[in-house]
Every structure is written in structure tokens, then in C-alpha cells.
């Protein structure tokens, strides 16, 4: 299994401002992926990371506005640049440790933006 | 187009009662189908997988390609099971697509 470590847990911020997430794992990982689960809805995959290359990045989702780091097997970081209101969601990161089939998530990250 | 409906946000069922978290999946190839779990201040976390075919905390889970079917279901429902549950389905590359979710709460 992989332990993954996420800060912060929680943040509100002001419109207009950027906030950086940080997703720590205790095992190297190919592959870390970030999702949104905005109230009552499902999770939507943001981008993909993969350790020294650009992230891929889903429909709807630009680097502009989630830029991503992945410096190294085991950490990754997502920005959230110039937020909304509509930015405020649950930030998830997680790795899939053992081939396909089981994702392994961190705590999340509740982002308010007022 | 690949999407994975449950079509219950919330279902409350009591002590004891059966339980049956419905999950319906379109996707053109062969599915891998699973059911995660979030209960209340813990992270998500892999309940089963169709693959298994295995019965984790006394919930089954049998795929139903004709009906494209995966629901959840549990004979006898316990105070413990009272959480949130979503469907997903791996389409492939790193994809998964998730379900809306299902809240269950068991009442005593």
C-alpha cells in the first residue's frame, strides 16, 4: 500500500490569489494523479504527473491555471493560480501503486475561496 | 461515451436490513469495475474490485454486462457501514471515471 501525506488540509483563501498544494507518498510512484470533488459531485481527474515530464492535463483542466510539479518519485505539487469562488473544492492526490486497479488517496486539501 | 451513474445520493436503510448500492457503467470495451469507500474523516480507500470477486466486510459486488450493472450489496447492514460510496470504472491509461457517489446511513 502507499501512505500519502497532503498539505494543507484545509486553507480559505482570497479571490485572486494562488495556493500550492503539496502531496507527499512514502514509496516511489510512477504516476501521481490530482482530482477535484466539488460539492456533491464526483471526483474529476485534474492532470496526471509523471516524474520529468510536463503533467497531462483532462479536458477543461490548463497548465496556466493548475500548474504542476513532480520534482522527484515521491512528491508532487498542484497550484491553484488566480482563484474564484468557483475554485472552492476538495483537492485529492493519489498514486496507483499496484498496477491498475487500486488508487491510493491522501486526506485532501478543502480549498474555500471567498 | 464512458460514464458511471448511481443514481441514489443517499439511501438509509436499518440495522440489519439489506443493502443494495446501485452503479450502472457505459464503456464500449471490457470493463474493471470498483467500489470505493469514505467513511466519515478518513481518506477514500478501495472496498473491492470486480476482478477479486471477493467479499470484503460482508459486501459483494457481481458484474452484470448485460445489464451493465455493478451494485453493491451486503445482507445485513451494520452501524459501521454508514458511509459514502462510489463506483469507478478504469478505462484505461491511468483513467478512472467515478460515480457521483452513494451516502448510506444505517440507522439503529
Known amino acids: 500500500s502507499a501512505v500519502i501525506s497532503q498539505k494543507p488540509s484545509r486553507d480559505i483563501c482570497q479571490r485572486g490569489t494562488s495556493l500550492t498544494i503539496q502531496c507527499q507518498v512514502d514509496s516511489q510512484v510512477t504516476m501521481m494523479f490530482w482530482y477535484r470533488q466539488q460539492p456533491g459531485q464526483s471526483l474529476t481527474l485534474i492532470a496526471t504527473a509523471n516524474q520529468g515530464s510536463e503533467a497531462t492535463y483532462e479536458s477543461g483542466f490548463v497548465i496556466d491555471k493548475f500548474p504542476i510539479s513532480r520534482p522527484n518519485l515521491t512528491f508532487s505539487t498542484l497550484t491553484v493560480s488566480n482563484m474564484s469562488p468557483e475554485d472552492s473544492s476538495i483537492y485529492l492526490c493519489?498514486?496507483?501503486?499496484?498496477?491498475?486497479?487500486?488508487?491510493?488517496f491522501g486526506e485532501g486539501s478543502r480549498l474555500t475561496v471567498l | 461515451a464512458q460514464r458511471v451513474t448511481q443514481p441514489e445520493k443517499l439511501l438509509s436503510v436499518f440495522k440489519g436490513a439489506p443493502v443494495e448500492l446501485k452503479c450502472n457503467y457505459s464503456y464500449s470495451g471490457s470493463p474493471e469495475l470498483f467500489w470505493y469507500v469514505q467513511y466519515s474523516r478518513q481518506r477514500l480507500q478501495l472496498l473491492l474490485r470486480h476482478i477479486s470477486r471477493e467479499s470484503i466486510k460482508g459486501f459483494t459486488a457481481d458484474l452484470n454486462k448485460g445489464e451493465t450493472s455493478f451494485h453493491l450489496k451486503k445482507p445485513f447492514a451494520q452501524e459501521e457501514d454508514s458511509a459514502m460510496y462510489y463506483c469507478?470504472?478504469?478505462?484505461?491509461?491511468?483513467?478512472?471515471?467515478f460515480g457521483t457517489g452513494t451516502r448510506l446511513k444505517v440507522l439503529a
Open positions: 493519489s498514486v496507483e501503486s499496484r498496477g491498475p486497479g487500486e488508487l491510493f
Open positions: 469507478a470504472l478504469y478505462s484505461g491509461t491511468y483513467k478512472y471515471i
